[in-house]
């Protein structure tokens, strides 16, 4: 599977330096990436691209090769597998589209594929998707241009993806919100590698804390499910399922030729095999942006802080939607608490800092509540930053409180351009930012998930 | 009402040019603002603030003065309404806390003032409130400063809020998300002026077409069914109720001093009088944006249209499971379809015009469904911008070609920072754009119970 990740050698079949061709592309995106192993391009049409030797075919080239890139039209696809066949190359990222999800015709050359892969001991990624992307080694087979899609930075989430759009955006995301990217893998069609494959590949892989897996089917049932078990009692692993209702089954089939089945039954799988399941793009990010940034708590009971009371009573409806407990202080807290603070903050559950609020009261309130008293086992904090008592400041005393805590935290700030500089800073410091008050319900919600899953695999262990 | 937000004269009570100071930054940012209205700042201290003649007291203004701004502590609140009940000025807007929402002697205090209100004949608006924003008279008593908090552009969404910081937020929003805003008025304690007074006047303001209401309890229950009832008939509310599980309703009390009451009666209350609830800040904010930009579609029949397949497959599923229909075309509008594209564009419901579609796909896809045939109500369009087909010219193409249709649209996208360029200049167009699939699916939802509403409201009054 590694070869997949790391080629030592890799034939990029049918690249040119004309704009807008996949196989250039890709080829250029290696060269800007810093990809460190030897790259073939593959024309007959051309001496050198973009500086590179050219060969007019595979068997042209007097090296070995490890992977062979494909990104030419469906039907041309089965005759560069026989001549890899012939230099017994034995992987294969198939990019080209236009087969299963094409009706019979499509199916048929599929299979022709399939089996010569077989034949010849061949592993293949895809038909009709977009390969791989390895944040480590810089490979990747992506044939979108980094200018338009930002590199998220290296990092500790790996994500599974049938579909090529939802896998570049998540790259994109994942960017945006400061969240750090180890592999990923697109496999569209999926002949042959899917995610019974790929997942103990993640399992053994040291780049990868957290699985994000976008399904609109399985490959193998039974073999998923204890794929999935054995991961997931080392990693959390978080599942989109899509194409749930019937809208949704028709629309899959016509994307990748995704049989969706039946909802139920991958419910059910994911409770077994200890996969978090997301319902929406949004939990689907911010669940993984939670479990690679924080540790999940060692119980429900939240302790929420903030300066903006009304959003204080909002995190606290949703956690109590969310299977959370929002518990009152104890008297002694209280009391305490009360001590260190203006009579007219609020000290309860809840703390309410009010609009007069200053940095240092954060770090006041969650020192009292999460370090010196074990009442709460995570914090959902709420800094609003208008009011002028908050500064830029706020976050180193966020984010050293809790750390010294060892208990996690989610923040939700609301507001603009301000707040989006306070987020940026916060996640460069692994807390985990949620622009409103449900997602950061939801997101701690996932976080103790992760704890419950622990807990039930060490008891069945026992 | 109409003195809370166009005031021919104002005093603002305790003005100083410290920094810090509540009246001060009041002040200010009327100043900053351009509010045209007479200003006088009242303090014994000073003979001039920020460059305007500051009198002593109320008492010794020599003109006319229409309302009263007081930012002072507490306890000395009362005796400015005793010295405007003498000069008669009937309007005061209370932004000072410390009254119910602390307690016994809070809420003796808030009854003194009250009933001093009553003899006078002086309306009031908080206390423990940050008052009003108006955008086209530039009248504002926040005492926030406009450097962290963004000045959103004119428009018709107004907003009533129980929470300061919540109102803040979502001015802070608006201006992100391109959104207009006419007025926002946040009343805290709300001892005179609530809901039920402001709604007939929102009713009947030019400037407002859509009204969103934060609120933790109504102030009083049938006066407040009744206006709602009356302005939901002219223009669509959106309310979101917070305080609704054990630990939100605790939460509340704390925080204005409301008794949150019990949820299942405001729902039944909302029901009745034609409000469009909301269940978390994200569903509020993108069901009042699509209300603002969009009008609602004659019918539940949704088109989708992206160059993303797996974001298709889950607007889809969301589409289902907010009772929004995605039929197939008919035979004949598929063969339409079929004869303008490539033969590996999918032309079914969602159309996937593939990574390979340029902008001109979408109008050919959109013509032929929402003008040149009667089988969809409205679109959710999700261009991915990642592909090089796609340029900023999609959005005069599908801003052009739905305007022409005069079918509803949403857009979703989502990606990093040339995808938001693309976002910003939709929504100059009014067309709102969601960062995810299922809020896309629920903003159009919105915007069709909208319509269900105004349905029923027309057989009533039959």
């Avoid at 989109?240 to 039946?262: D, E, M």
């Avoid at 669940?287 to 690679?292: H, Q, R, Y």
């Avoid at 319900?441 to 103790?448: D, H, V």
Wanted: aromatic fraction near 8%; hydrophobic fraction near 45%.
């Amino acid at each position: 599977m590694e070869t997949f990740f790391n080629p030592l050698s890799v034939a990029i079949v049918g690249a040119t330096e004309k704009p807008g061709s996949l196989p250039g592309i890709i080829l250029k995106n290696l060269l800007s990436m810093g990809f460190k192993g030897k790259m073939y391009p593959v024309n007959p049409k051309y001496v050198t691209v973009f500086g590179l030797n050219c060969f007019p075919s595979i068997l042209d080239i007097p090296d070995e090769i490890a992977l062979t890139v494909i990104a030419i039209p469906a039907p041309l696809v089965l005759n560069v597998l026989l001549q890899q066949a012939r230099k017994r190359i034995h992987h294969a990222i198939i990019i080209s589209a236009g087969f299963r999800e094409k009706g019979a015709e499509g199916i048929e050359m599929e299979e022709r594929i399939r089996r010569v892969a077989i034949e010849n001991d061949i592993r293949i990624l895809g038909p009709n998707c977009l390969g791989v992307f390895d944040n480590y080694t810089n490979f990747t087979t992506s044939f979108l241009s980094w200018e338009r899609v930002s590199l998220p930075k290296k990092g500790s989430l790996s994500i599974l993806s049938q579909s090529g759009a939802f896998a570049i955006a998540l790259l994109d995301l994942a960017a945006q919100e400061g969240l750090g990217i180890a592999k990923m893998i697109n496999y569209g069609n999926r002949i042959d590698v899917g995610e019974s494959a790929l997942l103990p590949f993640l399992r053994d892989d040291v780049h990868t804390k957290v699985v994000a897996i976008y399904m609109e089917s399985v490959d193998y049932g039974r073999r998923f499910i204890e794929a999935a078990k054995s991961c997931s009692k080392k990693k959390p692993i978080v599942a989109l399922k899509v194409g749930r209702g019937a809208a949704g089954i028709a629309a899959a089939k016509s994307h990748t030729g995704a049989i969706a089945g039946n909802y139920a039954i991958y419910k059910a799988a994911f409770l077994k095999s200890g996969i978090i399941e997301a319902h929406g793009l949004e939990e689907f990010i911010d669940g993984v942006k939670a479990l690679s940034m924080q540790n999940p708590p060692m119980g429900n009971r939240i302790l929420i802080v903030t300066n903006g009371g009304g959003f204080g009573v909002i995190v606290a409806d949703h956690c109590s939607e969310n299977g959370l407990e929002v518990p009152p202080p104890s008297p002694q807290l209280k009391e305490k608490l009360g001590s260190k603070f203006s009579t007219f903050y609020v000290v309860n559950n809840p703390v309410d800092l009010t609009g007069s609020a200053c940095d240092r009261d954060y770090h006041i309130a969650l020192n009292a509540c999460m370090i010196e008293s074990d009442e709460y086992d995570a914090a959902i904090i709420i800094p609003i930053m208008a009011p002028q008592g908050m500064s830029e400041k706020i976050v180193d005393l966020i984010a050293e409180t809790m750390k010294r805590s060892g208990k996690p935290a989610v923040i939700c700030t609301v507001g603009g351009a301000f707040t989006m500089k306070i987020k940026r800073l916060f996640e460069e410091r692994e807390f985990p930012v949620y622009p409103s008050p449900e997602r950061s319900a939801r997101a701690m919600s996932m976080l103790l998930k992760r704890r419950v899953l622990q807990e039930s695999a060490e008891r069945s262990a026992i």
